[in-house]
């Protein structure tokens, strides 16, 4: 099977418009729902995390499912938690296509969606029929809508506290969202003295929402941060009893890549996922790891191609880890042999 896949995208899929491949495989498993959701979750053993119990250590990142659609299906490719979104107050479109473009030589993907959704009110309607006895753990990521200007942190707790009490009944987990390189002034909120009362207001209103601590908050932090605001976001994530961190989103750093530098401008500007973030990342886990003890949840995201890359991202202190673009190269059967791979 994954040699077909190769030859599958090598051929096929490579030659096609990467948005088009992803809306394919989308429609794919919205169809397969019934059978796919009934499919016992393979491979692992459970993990305590945050309260939860995660089938296994693997997840998929937010990006794929944007709109809650096929989260329930996603166990029968072996992730025990999924994370959809990242979700908006308002719906929105993203920005203008061409958006997502793969670089198959350094099996990375450039991707500069913009956050395009369906907004808090239709996701939530969606998860309103979730059955919790079924399927991955579910993570629900919540960002910044694009018209709320980031200099405004009056308009900008609003806007997340819309997402927030509409989507935090609903979710397993809560991520806050500040460190895409796609919605203009996101990663502007990384700074500690703007992040530090946006994470304590949406704590008070999942708070009020569901319940004091019922949900478990975590952020999302880039790659490109420096080591010191690395480990000030460490701190203050200790300091406001945050359940946990996830490390990293996607970078706009394109060193080190083999692609032929033409085709990387090409793309134009965006977040660069898949194999050249893995270094990265990982040496972001071990930061936070030695910042924080025990004392937080660590998800490894970032630059995960092999079993070996992932018990890498364990080893430098991750509890759970996520992929997205080693997906895409990998195939539908890949994750399940990482799956099985972490158990080997």
Known sequence: MPRVYDRLFD????????????????????????????????GGAPVEAMGLTFPNRLGLAAGFDKTAQVHDRMGAFGFGHVEI?????????????????????????VNRMGFNNDGAHAVAARLERRRRDRGPVL??????????????????????????????????????NVSSPNTPGLRNLQAVEKLAPLLAHVRRTADEAVGIGKVPLLVKIAPDLSDEDVLAVADMALDLGLSGIIATNTTISRDGLTTDAAKVEACGAGGLSGAPLRER????????????????TLIGV?????????????????????????????????SRRLAKGLTD
């Not at 979700?87 to 993907?109: H, K, M, S, W």
């Not at 990342?281 to 937080?296: A, C, I, Q």
């Open 11 to 42: 051929h096929v899929l490579v030659r096609m418009d990467a948005e088009k491949a992803h809306h394919l495989t989308y429609d794919a498993l919205r169809a397969g729902g019934p059978v796919l959701t009934r499919t016992a979750i393979p």
């Open 85 to 109: 979104g990242t979700v908006t107050a308002l719906a929105q479109p993203g920005n203008p296509q061409p958006r997502l473009f793969r670089l198959p030589e350094d099996r990375a993907i």
């Open 139 to 176: 993570g629900v990521n919540i960002g910044k809508s694009k018209v709320v200007p980031d200099h405004d942190q009056a308009q900008v707790e609003a806007d997340y506290e819309t997402s927030t009490r509409l989507l935090a009944p609903h979710a397993d987990y809560l991520v806050v």
């Open 281 to 296: 990342s990982t040496e972001v886990v071990r930061l936070l790891r030695g910042r924080v003890g025990d004392r937080l």
């Open 302 to 334: 970032g630059g995960i191609s092999t079993a070996e890359d992932a018990r890498e991202r364990l080893e430098a202190g991750a509890d759970l880890v996520q992929v997205y673009s080693g997906l895409i190269y990998g195939g539908p059967t890949w």
